[in-house]
């Protein structure tokens, strides 16, 4: 199972979780939810607390609670559990208050497919009244197998899950319904750049090859046509924090030093001497470097994070241009 998977622990007032810290490299310290502020956001409002007329959103990563912002407006206030990107979300641990956050939450956002479980056990641990969860894995109507959790990637996801949001929102102050579905259209067209930068892509570099460390990017990467030569085995290694098997390595190194690969798409969360080898081994045979993430960087929204990560791997195509961080 992934690595995702965690485990949540009550006690008494205090209430801990703890997400699969098993084999992880690196530490995740409990942290406050963070409030979102998309740039794009029609106001500035995600930050204010002052006011009770607020809808009160949880977004497990912030990636959806960005776009919840962006939806809501002034008429929400928007936070997000994990939004650090520097360190390894498959080591999250959960304050106290982050189970306040969840308990007091109008609407919740999540991803599913048992990358936030931990979300699920919080929600079941502090039953709030009327309030509504939209799981991404459900909206898109994926099974508990499916084999790539990081839905956030593909392009179907976010104009669906917003679809999701607005509805939510506007049955919670149905006097500001239109409000919601005017920045839902806004939303949606604003993802237009990424689709287009994916169809130039595919257009322009139909086939291209790569290698990667897990099925991060993996949704954008076929969308843009590209063909991913890593097996799927070693990244679900990867992913699940178990060694890839001795085949599947040799595999992954004749990639790199054979030079059968144009990019390598390299996971900045989650690092370990694996994919440590992996990165040297692409920089010593020339491979351009594209670094992806699982939460959304400083700096960026939702629609420009994902054109961004577009646009890197299509200067290393082109270019040889490594982009190791946004």
């Given at each position: 199972?992934?690595?995702?998977?965690?485990?949540?622990?009550?006690?008494?007032?205090?209430?801990?979780?703890?997400?699969?810290?098993?084999?992880?490299?690196?530490?995740?310290?409990?942290?406050?939810?963070?409030?979102?502020?998309?740039?794009?956001?029609?106001?500035?409002?995600?930050?204010?607390?002052?006011?009770?007329?607020?809808?009160?959103?949880?977004?497990?990563?912030?990636?959806?609670?960005?776009?919840?912002?962006?939806?809501?407006?002034?008429?929400?206030?928007?936070?997000?559990?994990?939004?650090?990107?520097?360190?390894?979300?498959?080591?999250?641990?959960?304050?106290?208050?982050?189970?306040?956050?969840?308990?007091?939450?109008?609407?919740?956002?999540?991803?599913?497919?048992?990358?936030?479980?931990?979300?699920?056990?919080?929600?079941?641990?502090?039953?709030?009244?009327?309030?509504?969860?939209?799981?991404a894995q459900d909206v898109l109507g994926l099974p508990d197998s499916a084999p790539n959790p990081h839905l956030w990637y593909d392009?179907?996801?976010?104009?669906?899950?917003?679809?999701?949001?607005?509805?939510?929102?506007?049955?919670?102050?149905?006097?500001?319904?239109?409000?919601?579905?005017?920045?839902?259209?806004?939303?949606?067209?604003?993802?237009?750049?990424?689709?287009?930068?994916?169809?130039?892509?595919?257009?322009?570099?139909?086939?291209?090859?790569?290698?990667?460390?897990?099925?991060?990017?993996?949704?954008?990467?076929?969308?843009?046509?590209?063909?991913?030569?890593?097996?799927?085995?070693?990244?679900?290694?990867?992913?699940?924090?178990?060694?890839?098997?001795?085949?599947?390595?040799?595999?992954?190194?004749?990639?790199?030093?054979?030079?059968?690969?144009?990019?390598?798409?390299?996971?900045?969360?989650?690092?370990?001497?694996?994919?440590?080898?992996?990165?040297?081994?692409?920089?010593?045979?020339?491979?351009?470097?594209?670094?992806?993430?699982?939460?959304?960087?400083?700096?960026?929204?939702?629609?420009?994070?994902?054109?961004?990560?577009?646009?890197?791997?299509?200067?290393?195509?082109?270019?040889?241009?490594?982009?190791?961080?946004?």
């Amino acid at each position: 199972m992934v690595r995702r998977q965690g485990a949540v622990v009550l006690a008494g007032v205090a209430l801990v979780v703890v997400a699969s810290l098993a084999g992880c490299s690196a530490s995740n310290a409990a942290q406050p939810p963070t409030s979102t502020a998309s740039p794009s956001s029609t106001s500035s409002t995600a930050t204010d607390t002052s006011s009770s007329a607020k809808i009160r959103v949880v977004g497990a990563e912030n990636e959806y609670s960005d776009v919840a912002a962006q939806i809501g407006g002034q008429y929400v206030e928007a936070q997000a559990i994990m939004s650090d990107p520097n360190t390894d979300p498959h080591t999250f641990e959960a304050s106290p208050s982050v189970a306040e956050e969840i308990s007091k939450a109008q609407l919740i956002v999540q991803n599913g497919v048992g990358y936030d479980d931990f979300m699920t056990k919080l929600e079941q641990a502090s039953p709030g009244t009327g309030r509504t969860v939209i799981v991404a894995q459900d909206v898109l109507g994926l099974p508990d197998s499916a084999p790539n959790p990081h839905l956030w990637y593909d392009p179907k996801t976010m104009p669906a899950v917003g679809a999701k949001i607005a509805a939510a929102l506007s049955a919670l102050q149905p006097e500001h319904k239109a409000y919601f579905e005017k920045n839902l259209q806004s939303f949606t067209a604003s993802l237009q750049p990424w689709d287009d930068a994916l169809a130039a892509l595919k257009a322009q570099h139909p086939g291209v090859p790569v290698a990667v460390t897990e099925p991060v990017a993996d949704y954008a990467l076929q969308a843009a046509g590209v063909d991913i030569k890593t097996p799927f085995s070693l990244q679900a290694a990867i992913m699940n924090d178990t060694d890839p098997s001795p085949q599947d390595s040799a595999a992954q190194d004749a990639l790199f030093t054979g030079r059968q690969v144009k990019v390598f798409l390299y996971n900045q969360q989650v690092t370990d001497s694996t994919t440590a080898r992996y990165l040297s081994l692409a920089k010593a045979n020339g491979i351009p470097v594209v670094g992806v993430y699982e939460t959304m960087p400083s700096g960026y929204d939702y629609q420009r994070w994902m054109l961004a990560e577009v646009k890197a791997l299509d200067s290393a195509i082109s270019s040889g241009t490594s982009t190791e961080h946004l």
